[in-house]
């Protein structure tokens, strides 16, 4: 690759391409999807671009770039739904470490140097695994943190089962004698039920109010972007569901809940198994059960036998952008000593 590539922004001719792309890049994920992005844009605001790289008519790099505007100027960072909206890069085959490593830095620079010259006030990135070379990013003074999540493979499930904590074993068994069936694509008002559930219980936010979430699972799954898996009892109600993203061999698990009432009857580690081995028929490598932040939800989410893979989430801002945020803590502090005074 020429040490003077740039990299561009595709026109809407050039999205086929930069979807077979992010399907076979090691780093891609439905999230970097037109066809995803441009659903997310319809329900919940904001923009999509693609601007990517290549070396000849090859592609070689690129970030599906997701914009909103506030008053102070546009920003790109993940949100609710985004949960990774970083680099995708191709899988390099040279066989040598110091020239792969090359190359990736001269797609990581043509790539960073072109969101530079944007004026964006804000952007972060949080990258897949197995990208792990925040070196660019440092060099052009941007912060470089982790982020963690757990991806369960799905290519040995009979070795994935035996990786699965037993008590997650126990609970599946229970809930097979249950009679808790798998439903694909269901019912999704008891879904949002269960997602608003969650929200009420846990404080956990709303991804979406019910119409726009509705629409949301409705577009993709006429494009064949998600499925929507439940485990229902004998009598017909759904005692657990979660939303699945597609697009990718490598699957992500976007939201999920449990009805109070069946989660000591193993309805939730039920789901997961079964969805697993649907997935797994379905010819898909792995599942991203999205995010492993230190709370009682990612412990469960640990008993299910992945890896813990960690995701560089990489951010510069201007200083509006720093100014803002100057402003909201010294809003907050203002506030709690009010509330002190009181």
């Known amino acids: 690759m020429s040490d003077r590539s740039s990299a561009q922004w595709l026109d809407e001719d050039g999205h086929d391409d930069w979807s077979r792309f992010v399907a076979a890049s090691p780093t891609g994920s439905a999230y970097s999807l037109p066809a995803y992005l441009r659903v997310l844009c319809e329900v919940a605001g904001g923009r999509f671009r693609v601007l990517a790289l290549r070396k000849g008519e090859e592609l070689v790099g690129g970030i599906a770039v997701y914009e909103t505007t506030t008053p102070l100027g546009p920003r790109v960072q993940p949100r609710l739904l985004l949960f990774y909206n970083g680099l995708v890069l191709r899988e390099e085959t040279s066989g040598y470490p110091g020239e792969r490593a090359s190359r ?42 982790p982020s963690y999540s757990y991806v369960v493979p799905l290519t040995e499930l009979e070795s994935q089962w035996e990786r699965t904590a037993q008590n997650l074993r126990r609970l599946v068994r229970r809930g097979e004698r249950e009679g808790f069936t798998l439903d694909v694509d269901g019912d999704f008002d008891a879904f949002y039920a269960l997602h608003a559930g969650t929200h009420e219980q846990k404080g956990a936010p709303i991804y979406l109010p019910e119409p726009a979430f509705r629409r949301y699972y409705e577009e993709l799954r006429s494009a064949g972007l998600c499925r ?12 657990a569901a979660q939303l699945v993203l597609l697009g990718h061999p490598v699957t992500h698990t976007v939201s999920a809940g449990t009805h109070p ?44 036998g992945g890896s813990l893979e960690t995701a560089l989430v990489t951010s510069i801002a201007d200083r509006r952008d720093r100014f803002e945020g100057f402003v909201r803590s010294a809003g907050r502090r203002l506030r709690n000593r009010a509330r002190r005074a009181a």
């Open 228 to 239: 929507l898996y439940q485990a229902s009892t004998p009598d017909g109600r759904v005692a």
């Open 261 to 304: 009432s069946f989660a000591a009857a193993g309805a939730t580690a039920f789901l997961r198994w079964r969805a697993f081995e649907h997935l797994a028929g379905e010819g898909f490598t792995g599942n991203d059960l999205t995010d492993a932040s230190l709370n009682p939800v990612t412990q469960f989410k640990s008993q299910l």
């Open 104 to 145: 990736e830095i001269k797609i990581v620079t043509a790539l960073v140097e072109a969101l530079e010259r944007q004026g964006y006030r804000r952007v972060e990135l949080r990258t897949r695994a197995p990208f792990a070379d925040g070196r660019v990013f440092q060099a052009r003074r941007w912060s470089v943190e």
